[in-house]
């Protein structure tokens, strides 16, 4: 089952900084998020930073290791790549980088309204759910199990999605759908920890506390010189400090 906690909406990502944790540095920040339209997921991170003026930047999403409300972390500077070193870049570019402000239709042609938000799975970049802005009725909300194409600008839904999409909010906001196997297969399974956390507690364990990291009440959660465990982890991520921990940590 994916929680909201493991959902994350395009314009809460868009503007954040990106943390590399081995050389403990600001890399840019989040200019967009562009978008698989094959596969329906976020596929890179476009990267702003310094040197926006040479060019774009992209930071692929397999090498996210976390995206909290203040950052995105990513382990190396040298998983931030040229707009030139990617080849399908390109390609995603002109199906439209961006499904902010799409146009939504369905199949006979029934324009529904343009989306305004939508929210994807922080452990594989899947969209799972899209907020439209609908002229002369309340906002819709679409499932993807909803969408027939992703195009340039333009979604695709089936027909008589508007009565679904009504009735979506009536699901309990705990629980949404993850795409199993292909993005138009149309088939649905509840899925159970983030891999999001997996990835990153993977990272984590086994490595040396460089720096103390302290809870906001004052109390030592981790000292220099620590090695950290699924306890220390634990711990950590109940206190918020999660991302501390990830940017004050080295390989034993």
Known sequence: MIGVDNMKAMHDVEGLPVICVREGIECGRVRKLLINCYE????????????????????PFDKVLGIGSHAVITES??????????????????????????????????????????????????????????????DLELNSSQVVTYGNGILIVSDGVSDGADNAG?????????????????????????????KQRRFLLGKRVTKRIMSERGELLAAEGDIVTEELIDKIKAEGKLVELTMNIEAV
């Open 40 to 59: 329906g997921k976020v596929q890179y991170l476009i990267i702003e930073d310094e040197e926006w003026y040479l060019g774009a930047k992209l930071l």
């Open 77 to 138: 500077r040298e998983n931030i790549l040229h707009f030139s070193q990617v080849e399908e870049a390109l390609d995603l570019i002109e199906q439209g980088m961006s499904l902010e402000d799409a146009r939504v239709y369905t199949q006979r042609g029934e324009y529904l309204g343009n989306v305004q938000e939508y929210y994807f799975d922080e452990s594989d970049g899947r969209i799972v759910r899209c907020q439209l802005y609908a002229q002369n009725q309340k």
């Open 170 to 198: 009536d699901k309990p906001r705990g629980e949404v759908y993850q795409l199993a196997g292909n993005a138009d297969d149309g088939q649905y399974k509840y899925k159970g920890s983030s891999l999001f956390e997996q």
